[in-house]
């Protein structure tokens, strides 16, 4: 039998069996839906988490007050400090040879108004090195001046997102703005930048470090970050820093110093379970989605043994009775991830317009992998019932006998 007949055999019995069908189409849809999906989902976890932690760049140290142990698991991103981080901590690090620039950053919530509108708002104290560190753009004005650590100035940038809930359409630039206690002129628009590293940029309001401490009423520095001038010496430059701030805080190591690969390759041991966990899903899915096509295989051999046992009294050998059932299985297999490729991409698409940060998407191995997986899921598991068929004696399939009862 020629491929193109045996396909159009196929269709025409799948026509015919659009119950039956459409059971096989969902389950392999459903699995191969789940596998596209749910890498989708973890592909796009993986991205974002490598995109943010990139934003910082090789070079950036992110050092945290209290000592932290950050062998497995996640590194810390708080601090139980026994001594704050200060501002001449901060200044005694920018003097190391090896640093190119350091920025202290104190955080928290802030009531922030202007005229009679108010909100609640993320408030950072820093510096204009801030700015480069975290590669934050000012889309209007400029970004903080250039200041001594301990100097204040009540100058302040804003989110965008702020910017249009506390002045809505009237310039932002040169207006005043009530934060605490404290007023602040806007001197630059933030870039819409969307949320990193857990700061939402377009909700937050950055003044001079100095003033932020005036605000939250503490010395304490939240985090500092510190941007080195090349990778080359980058551990012999961790402990330099490490040295430096023991010597300052009367011997005690008290300081957590996180850098990029350390971050990258704690969230690595969490994508390789989110991997895992993906992995039993679909292969679960696909047990059940094969189990389901043996049994209604197995269902269409007996409705379909007069069938049979005329094609073989006509001369078809086993062989090609064995082969119509298993290419009937494999065009319901392929045909169902189509299927499940086209609805885990619909469903991706909607979840990109929702959280657009995130960019959910199934690589193409991914969904080439799938597709091939049904296929030979479906394969496997329809060969039983294509032998049953194949072993059918001409004369007991035309009688409806079982197999074998001769």
């Known amino acids: 039998m020629r491929a193109i007949d045996l396909i159009a055999f196929n269709l025409k019995l799948i026509e015919r069996q659009r119950l039956r069908s459409a059971m096989l189409l ?30 910082l760049g090789k070079n950036v140290l992110i050092m945290l ?27 005694a690090i920018a003097r190391l040879g090896n640093v190119s620039a350091v920025a202290p950053l104190i955080a928290g919530k802030m009531e922030i108004s202007h005229g009679q509108l108010s909100r609640e708002a993320f408030t950072m104290g820093s510096n204009r090195a801030f700015f480069d560190i975290r590669q934050l753009e000012v889309a209007q004005g400029k970004a903080l001046p250039q200041l001594p650590f301990e100097q204040s100035q009540a100058v302040c940038v804003i989110g965008s997102k702020l910017r249009k809930e506390l002045f809505g359409p009237k310039p932002a630039l040169g207006q005043w703005l009530r934060a605490g206690d404290s007023r602040f002129r806007v001197i630059g628009i933030l870039k819409d930048k969307g ?29 500092v970050f510190i941007e080195l ?15 430096l701030l023991k010597e300052r805080h009367e011997g ?16 690595e041991n969490i994508l390789n379970t989110l991997t895992l966990a993906v992995a039993g899903i679909a292969g679960i899915s696909m047990l059940v989605a094969g189990i389901l096509i043996m049994n209604v295989s197995l269902i269409a051999v007996s409705q379909r043994t007069r069938e049979i046992g005329l094609l073989k009294a006509l001369g078809c050998p086993a062989r090609t009775v064995a082969l119509i059932f298993l290419s009937e299985a494999c065009i319901m297999a392929l045909s169902g991830a189509l299927i499940g490729i086209f609805i885990s991409e619909a469903l991706l698409y909607v979840a990109r317009g929702l959280y657009p940060t995130i960019p959910f998407t199934t690589p193409l191995w991914a969904q080439l992998g799938s597709a091939l ?5 479906a394969l496997l598991f329809a060969a039983i019932p294509a032998r049953k068929a194949a072993n059918m004696a001409p004369v007991d399939a035309l009688l409806d006998k079982k197999a074998g009862q001769a």
């Open 26 to 55: 969902a389950a392999i849809a459903i699995s191969v839906m789940a596998i596209n999906l749910l890498t989708g989902i973890g592909e796009g976890g993986k991205q974002f988490v490598l995109a943010e932690f990139n934003l």
């Open 65 to 91: 007050p209290g000592k932290k142990e950050t062998t497995g698991g996640i590194p810390p991103l708080t601090g139980e400090a026994t001594r704050d981080l200060t501002l001449r901590d901060a200044e």
């Open 195 to 223: 949320e990193g590293l857990g700061f939402d940029m377009n909700e937050a309001i950055i003044v001079p470090v100095a003033n932020a401490q005036a605000l939250f009423n503490q010395e304490g520095l939240f985090r």
């Open 229 to 243: 001038r090349s990778l080359d010496g980058l551990q012999k430059s961790q402990q330099r820093i490490v040295a």
């Open 252 to 267: 005690e190591e008290d300081v957590t110093i996180i850098t990029q690969d350390s971050l990258l390759s704690a969230f």
């Open 373 to 377: 997986i049904a296929t030979v899921t």
